[in-house]
């Protein structure tokens, strides 16, 4: 065991320089420094004031992120980084052409979010030990959930009640919460993954799971949904449970959960749609946007359509759009229309590859991990992930109803920001893990032998 062990630190200090993630930030940096020079010539006609202090604290933060990564997860995938580094510095020029107020925040935000990937990998040596704290992790994402509901601390904002405010300081909490839920699933859903997969019990000419195992997670579930209904945070109620469909289907691979899954949504929309207001307006805007009874909730939709059109194919360019000037939260809610129309469908269609080589990593570190609960949560966090991209992107689309739902990395707001990079930080702990625990293996064996 001895020698294992010092096999493992030898094979992770003889480790790769991380080149290929220097060389992507590297690339990211000119990318990002050239959208913001463009933008300002776009609507200035000349170069930006501060674009020096603006690269300086882009390569500072992004290069010192490398930094740590090199000191405390050598071994971790090296293209995660650079693709969030990238997408937050587009997202910062767009929020910096309309909100000037809101970048210098958003610059703050991307600071903040560096330190907790690095507290991260500093303070997770391994995910495996997380298993130990199951229900701990769901009482405090429950928790989490319902400081909203606390009087004089929880605030309406656009008829959800999802932020909470401590003196300056306000942020959601369920941004946190949803990371703890995919911790307490990929527990749970790994601990009983064989009862969870075998039918085991008649129910008429049926054959069924013990229901006492599906019990604790259809409360869990019940009570996240409850909570997130009565803040009217639907669209994040959407998200949490197609989450913990998804993650019960890739447990078990048993396709009756997806068809469970079906009946619930429509049972569960069709209450929503009659209990809420919020929901039925979304609804009305979804279904008829172009009405004039509805048109003063759905101009919102509609005018992000227009600067979509505008855009057309290549886009008219950085600092030439005009959807902050019609688009209600355009640097919010709907980025993507504003960055579709300053950079058209080729630049959306950059930007959904750069998600999905993300979404595509995380199931690869998923797909290496040596454990079911570390498998699970590194599934499950990147499930989370592609589910927050297409929920935004297809509501502005129109595929699905629009929800409050922010663009990860690239949409201003802070505790979404902070938590998005909280992802990427288990992510990379995880990747480490495995590529030590493979490599390490390796040269044990050939040892042995």
């Known amino acids: 065991m001895k020698r294992a062990k010092s096999t493992s630190q030898d094979v992770t200090q003889s480790s790769p320089k991380r080149l290929t993630e220097l060389t992507l930030l590297v690339i990211a940096w000119i990318v990002i420094g050239s959208a913001y020079i463009l933008a300002s010539f776009g609507e200035k006609g000349h170069m930006p004031p501060k674009l020096y202090a603006f690269l300086a604290v882009v390569i500072t933060t992004s290069g010192l992120l490398h930094l740590a990564i090199r000191r405390f997860a050598p071994m971790a995938s090296q293209i995660l980084i650079p693709i969030a580094t990238l997408l937050n510095g587009i997202g910062y020029v767009e929020i910096a052409r309309w ?107 049926f054959r069924i799971v013990p229901p006492r195992v599906l019990l604790p997670i259809l409360i869990a579930w019940g009570l996240t949904l409850g909570i997130l209904g009565a803040e009217n945070d639907i669209g994040f109620a959407m998200m949490i449970f197609a989450l913990f469909i998804s993650m019960l289907w890739v447990t078990t691979g048993l396709r009756a959960y997806l068809g469970l899954g079906a009946v619930l949504f429509v049972s569960g929309g069709f209450a929503v749609i009659h209990l809420f207001h919020h929901v039925q307006s979304r609804i009305s805007m979804w279904l008829d946007p172009w009405s004039t009874h509805n048109f003063n909730i759905s101009s919102q939709l509609a005018n992000g359509w227009f600067s979509l059109s505008a855009g057309g194919i290549l886009g008219t360019g950085l600092g030439l759009g005009q959807a902050g000037r019609w688009v209600s939260f355009a640097t919010s809610d709907m980025i993507t229309a504003s960055l579709g129309e300053e950079l058209g469908l080729v630049g959306l269609l950059l930007i959904i590859a750069l998600f999905s080589i993300f979404v595509g990593e995380g199931f690869r570190i998923a797909q290496r991990a040596q454990s079911d609960f570390v498998k699970l949560t590194a599934g499950g966090l990147t499930i989370l992930m592609g589910l927050q991209v297409f929920f935004i992107m297809a509501g502005v689309f129109r595929l699905v109803p629009l929800t409050g739902i922010t663009l990860p990395f690239m949409a201003y707001g802070g505790s979404a920001l902070i938590c998005n990079y909280l992802l990427v930080g288990v992510l990379l702990r995880i990747s480490h893990a495995n590529a030590t625990e493979r490599v390490g293996g390796s040269v044990i064996d050939v040892e042995l032998n």
């Open 99 to 205: 909100n000037p107020v809101a970048a210098s925040y958003q610059a703050f935000y991307s600071v903040v979010s560096a330190l907790a990937v690095i507290g991260v990998l500093v303070l997770i040596k391994n995910v495996r030990d997380l298993d130990r704290y199951r229900y701990l992790t769901l009482v405090a994402a429950i928790g989490l959930m319902l400081m909203p509901l606390i009087p004089h601390f929880g605030q309406n904002v656009n008829g959800a009640r999802m932020w909470v405010r401590f003196g300056p300081l306000s942020f959601q909490p369920v941004e946190l919460a949803k990371i703890l839920l995919v911790f307490f699933f990929a527990s749970y859903f790994s601990t009983n993954r064989e009862l969870l997969s075998t039918p085991t019990q008649s129910f008429g000419p």
